[in-house]
């Protein structure tokens, strides 16, 4: 199964950028690293994806250094609704699972 | 909104009993996966529907069991449910096979509590 590690939980204050890195060391060529978001009570939802380099949406970045064997995900100007547990994968093609780990619980203080 | 509705929200069960639970998948959306989430912990694959065949199963015994139909809508069911049963249960749906390039789109949940 694809495992990665990621720090349990990490405190924020509002307005600041928040930066997550995960460590996938057993990543496969073909796989690409997904970031999901979860509240309490609901299921994940996507954040981001990417293969290599960086990556930019509305939301987030995602920085993956050429040995693709960690990835940070970049939140700018917290706010308090991005309380959430974050979660990093990595999945390819002819895999039909997603594994989650235990997430990373993200806390933005006031 | 994912355009993914679960239901029921909420569910209280005694063990022993069966359960049945709904997913309705995002229209266009061919492949759906079913997860559940212990307290404190990330979703665990239970297994994979693509359609209407089963395509992948995780480390979930005989006794959950899924369908679905030709609307691609999904249902789980658990039988002889167990006090460890308890907990929040989540569908998935996506575009093509999940794992690969493909964003996939939860629902909110059933939250299942056994006694």
């Known amino acids: 199964l694809a495992k990665t590690t990621q720090p349990i939980s990490m405190d924020s204050y509002e307005g600041q950028e928040v930066n997550i890195t995960c460590s996938h060391n057993?990543?496969?060529?073909?796989?690409?690293i997904t970031w999901y978001q979860q509240f309490p009570s609901q299921g994940p939802r996507f954040i981001i994806q990417?293969?290599?380099t960086k990556v930019t949406n509305e939301v987030a970045s995602l920085f993956i250094p050429a040995d693709r064997k960690s990835s940070t995900l970049s939140l700018p100007r917290v706010s308090l609704s991005d309380t959430a547990v974050y979660y990093c994968?990595?999945?390819?093609?002819?895999?039909?699972?997603?594994?989650f780990g235990k997430g990373t619980k993200l806390s933005v203080i006031p | 909104e994912t355009g993914v509705t679960q239901s029921p929200t909420h569910l209280i069960k005694t063990r022993g009993q069966q359960v049945t639970l709904r997913c309705s998948s995002q229209?266009?959306?061919?492949?759906v996966s079913w997860y559940q989430q212990a307290l404190g912990q990330g979703p665990q694959f239970i297994f994979q529907?693509?359609?209407?065949?089963?395509?992948g199963r995780g480390n979930f015994p005989p006794r959950f069991s899924g369908l679905q139909f030709p609307n691609y809508s999904s249902e789980l069911n658990v039988n002889a449910l167990e006090l460890d049963d308890s907990a929040l249960y989540l569908c998935?749906?996506?575009?093509?096979?999940?794992?690969?390039?493909?964003?996939?789109?939860f629902g909110q949940g059933t939250r299942l509590t056994v006694v």
């Open positions: 229209s266009g959306h061919n492949t």
């Open positions: 998935a749906s996506s575009r093509g096979l999940t794992g690969s390039d493909t964003e996939a789109f």
């Open positions: 529907y693509y359609r209407e065949e089963e395509n």
């Open positions: 057993n990543i496969a060529t073909n796989d690409y």
């Open positions: 994968l990595h999945s390819g093609a002819g895999s039909y699972q997603l594994t």
């Open positions: 990417g293969y290599k």
